[in-house]
């Protein structure tokens, strides 16, 4: 399985927010998109990214639980940062996870940013929490 990341700003902002995390190793993909306009989005979704990956590389046993506590630790992480510093008050990210183990995709999100299922020869499937892990098809078994 190969990941490929980019991001991109858009046309109506000025600093890119977006911070993203792929291991093709672990199998986990990680894209956070601090909030435009918020108070240092760029700080928060970094820091989701570094939370997320910490807790999930730390994890035996995978679970859809698992996925939702990273992310609950990476929230605690971000408000108290924004309560230590008054500058960067009210930050704030989306957050999506995939993480594939033993042939399924486990996930999770945070906001709009969105999960896409893009299979060879099947349409373009959009997919938000809460669903139970995606069984992948053959040749494409990771972790």
Do not use: W
């Not at 998109?33 to 910490?54: F, R």
């Amino acid at each position: 399985m190969r990941f490929y990341c980019q991001t991109d700003k858009g046309l109506r902002r000025e600093e890119n927010q977006d911070s993203v995390y792929a291991s093709e190793k672990e199998c986990l993909a990680i894209v956070a998109d601090g909030m435009g306009g918020a108070a240092s989005g760029k700080k928060a979704s970094e820091q989701a990214i570094l939370s997320i990956s910490s807790e999930l590389s730390s994890t035996e046993f995978i679970s859809q639980a698992a996925l939702k506590d990273a992310i609950s630790v990476a929230n605690s992480e971000i408000h108290n940062m924004s309560c230590r510093h008054p500058d960067d008050f009210g930050m704030g990210t989306t957050v999506v996870v995939c993480l594939i183990r033993d042939g399924l995709a486990y996930y999770a999100n945070v906001g709009d940013s969105p999960l896409y299922l893009i299979r060879k020869g099947s349409s373009l499937c959009k997919r938000a929490s809460p669903y139970p892990p995606l069984p992948l098809p053959r040749g494409e078994k990771g972790g």
